[in-house]
């Protein structure tokens, strides 16, 4: 049996608490006091940290505070899930609250990089099982029996052989005298009754019945509207405005100027545009329309780009620029220069907006002496710390709210959106509450990089990959991981970093740099399997076969038998070889955020000029699924995605302004774009859970582009692939 440290001591018990006359609070005593500040839990005395807080009702029902900011990840429903697992209680009597930001109390309340449940994953179960340990302790005390001798089911804990059976709401007054053991034990995996099932979003009900449970939904009694007047393009800032006219209008109660500019900038605070001129009124409309009448004049501080330059510099920087040599093995340059058959490609990526559902907004209440944060944000932590610097107040006196999230995909990790709202409350002496239009979320982003990927790669006689390498480059900077696939799998091998200066802001979007590599890359391999006249899974697979045999370095970031493996299931489940009239096929498989893809797409010609995605197969091995639900709608969701922005959107620059501003000009993927079928199967190794939300995209761009290249005879070498003369449409 698996036991897990509790990080308590003998000394420490547990607290029961009486809550109002309607239940009973349970709380693990902990490393810190409690200060709880959330209005769902009532604060208590006593002790408890790490990330689960579990509440006890009279009736009988658990409340499971999930900690970590949810971004449709699902997380919500998932963490609390672990918890109840090991608490062993049933689903039905669980209920949910989101947890406020509390470093002290919960552990890494962050939502990127597809870590939640996979850091989150020991601390959950250990809470839950401690819980569940001291209701067996509390009967065994009561009945004069070992714990061991008792067994609990759905919220009891049973003696079996005598038939006696209690309620943990009957065992809270008893639990409280029981020491908190120094470890407990977890269930066997194959003892799991909620885990790996399927269970349906806590707020599923809440969101398709227009409960207010999203950031654009908060609002307080007294709360003014804000909105931002933002350059209209990168390398320009504001030069002096008349607001007379603007100021006058109805509703209107202040326009002022604000600067968000940190001495000390952290990761999260990207943001090209820190000196803003603000509108405050009574509404959305009339703010909007007062921002049309001021007279705004702008000046030129720094240079206006454009994506013809960009391409203009992906075409030269690798003759231009000395790369930095991220790996290398062997004698790459010398086999080349010997080699009879070298195969070599380029392939470019556009700027991509993050074009969440949900624009950009945050609540602010800022006083002398607190800030109280509340909205969408993925770094409710680093949040408070960029605050702090702000509005130069002590960490402690400002409290950050997180509300569900209308979509992230990585720009809310950013929160000038935040820091801007409270340096406009700070100004205006009141809570307001700033709102984005799409045009400034599309045009005033923090963007998916542009970038440019060459591969080179050179075959032996028997078709053996004998040399292989790659340079990548970005603006800013490159997207290559040079330890990961095809690393590892062949004696000589080289990767070489460039970047290309910008002022415009980018940073992370969905699966950063694997959304464009993988895409890259295994279009690629596709090409070198053709001219090796191989299969291209059985090409693929021979170098994994390397790989765990025999490998080159010692820095391979991947497994290549977990690699293999979804590649192999991919392989089966879909009948790879098998002839289908009219079905074009194409295969990927790509490892990003601890997790391994395999996908092979099925497209279908309708006539010449439209295709339709007929079904997608995805092997996943993510280790043990927490809930299936979830799961698969992460991976549905993704592919989904996937497909649209690797052949539809691109955001284009001119004089440093994009040249989309909302969806009229940035096609997002439309329904009847949307594959017929995703079928998704799980690898069961029974592994600790890996990333999810993110691992299901990167593959997409290559197994379709290597799915065109059959169904049209064309090879895709540039996103969105609707860039290339007479691409068919996909249609439904």
Not at 117 to 141: E, F, P, V
Not at 182 to 202: R, S, Y
Not at 204 to 225: N, Q, R
Not at 257 to 276: G, I, M, Y
Request: aromatic share 10%; charged share 20%; with cysteine.
């Amino acid at each position: 049996m698996t036991h897990i440290k509790t990080h308590f001591n003998r000394r420490s018990f547990l607290k029961v608490s009486a809550v109002g006359g309607a239940g009973l609070m349970l709380q693990f005593s902990w490393l810190s006091g409690l200060a709880h500040s959330s209005s769902n839990a009532e604060a208590v005395e006593g002790l408890f940290n790490i990330n689960a807080f579990i509440r006890m009702n009279e009736d009988g029902t658990v409340t499971i505070m999930s900690p970590n900011p949810e971004i449709g990840q699902n997380v919500k429903t998932s963490m609390p899930l672990i918890v109840a697992e090991e608490l062993d209680v049933d689903w039905d009597q669980v209920q949910v609250e989101q947890a406020p930001l509390d470093t002290e109390k919960y552990t890494r309340q962050l939502a990127g990089g597809s870590q939640s449940i996979r850091q989150g994953w020991d601390s959950l179960r250990m809470a839950g099982a401690t819980a569940r340990y001291l209701m067996l302790a509390s009967a065994a005390k009561l009945w004069s029996m070992s714990p061991d001798e008792l067994v609990t089911d759905k919220g009891m804990v049973k003696h079996l052989p005598s038939g006696k059976s209690i309620a943990y709401k009957d065992l809270l007054q008893e639990a409280a005298t029981i020491a908190v053991p120094e470890e407990v034990p977890l269930k066997d995996p194959k003892d799991f009754k909620l885990i790996g099932t399927f269970v349906k979003n806590v707020d599923g009900k809440g969101i398709v019945t227009g409960k207010p449970l999203f950031g654009l939904d908060y609002m307080e009694k007294g709360t003014a509207i804000a909105m931002i007047v933002h350059p209209p393009a990168f390398g320009m800032q504001l030069d002096g405005y008349n607001a007379d006219k603007a100021k006058s209008m109805p509703g209107i109660k202040k326009i002022f100027t604000v600067n968000t500019a940190l001495d000390k900038p952290q990761w999260s605070d990207v943001n090209a545009f820190n000196e803003l001129l603000v509108v405050v009124g009574d509404s959305t409309w009339q703010v909007m329309k007062a921002k049309e009448a001021l007279e705004v004049r702008w000046k030129t501080v720094g240079t206006l780009e454009a994506t013809t330059a960009h391409l203009d510099s992906f075409s030269s920087v690798f003759d231009k620029s000395e790369g930095e040599v991220g790996r290398k093995d062997g004698d790459p340059d010398g086999v080349f220069a010997s080699s009879d058959k070298v195969v070599e490609r380029g392939y470019t990526g556009a700027f991509l907006a993050h074009n969440t559902m949900e624009p950009m907004n945050f609540f602010a209440d800022v006083t002398a002496d607190k800030a109280r944060l509340i909205g969408p944000i993925q770094t409710p932590e680093q949040l408070r710390q960029s605050a702090a610097g702000l509005l130069n107040m002590p960490e402690s006196k400002i409290f950050v709210d997180m509300t569900r999230m209308g979509g992230g995909f990585g720009r809310r990790l950013y929160g000038n959106f935040g820091l801007e709202a409270a340096a406009i409350s700070k100004a205006y002496g009141g809570p307001i509450k700033l709102i984005y239009t799409r045009e400034d979320d599309m045009t005033q982003g923090t963007y998916r990089p542009s970038y440019h990927i060459q591969y080179r790669a050179a075959l032996d006689k028997k078709g053996h990959l004998a040399a292989f390498a790659v340079k990548g480059a970005g603006i800013p900077s490159s997207p290559l991981f040079p330890d990961r696939f095809p690393a590892g799998t062949v004696a000589n091998y080289k990767a070489t970093h460039y970047g290309i200066d910008t002022n415009i802001s980018t940073g992370a979007w969905r699966a950063p740099r694997s959304n464009f590599v993988a895409g890259a890359e295994q279009s690629f391999l596709d090409e070198v399997a053709e001219a090796a006249g191989k299969d291209p899974i059985e090409f693929r697979l021979q170098l994994f076969d390397r790989a765990i045999k025999n490998p080159v370095g010692e820095r391979n970031d991947y497994d290549p038998e977990r690699y293999a493996g979804v590649l192999k299931l991919v392989r089966d489940k879909s009948n790879w070889g098998s002839k289908m009239p009219n079905v074009y096929r194409g295969v990927a498989a790509y490892y990003s955020h601890n997790s391994y893809v395999a996908q092979v797409f099925d497209l279908e010609k309708v006539d010449d000029a439209n295709i339709r995605i007929k079904k997608v197969w995805c092997a996943v091995d993510c280790g043990i699924v927490v809930n299936k639900e979830g799961a698969i709608n992460q991976i549905e969701g993704g592919i989904i995605d996937g497909i649209g922005h690797c052949m539809y959107s691109q955001l284009t620059f001119e004089k440093g302004a994009t040249q989309q501003q909302n969806f009229d000009g940035y096609h997002l993927i439309r329904n009847n774009e949307a594959p017929l079928e995703i079928a998704v199967f799980f690898v069961d190794n029974g592994i600790a859970p890996t990333g999810l939300g993110e691992p299901s995209l990167p593959p997409v761009a290559g197994a379709l582009a290597n799915a065109l290249y059959k169904a049209t005879g064309t090879r895709y070498y540039r996103q969105p692939y609707m860039v290339v003369p007479q691409q068919p449409k996909f249609v439904g």
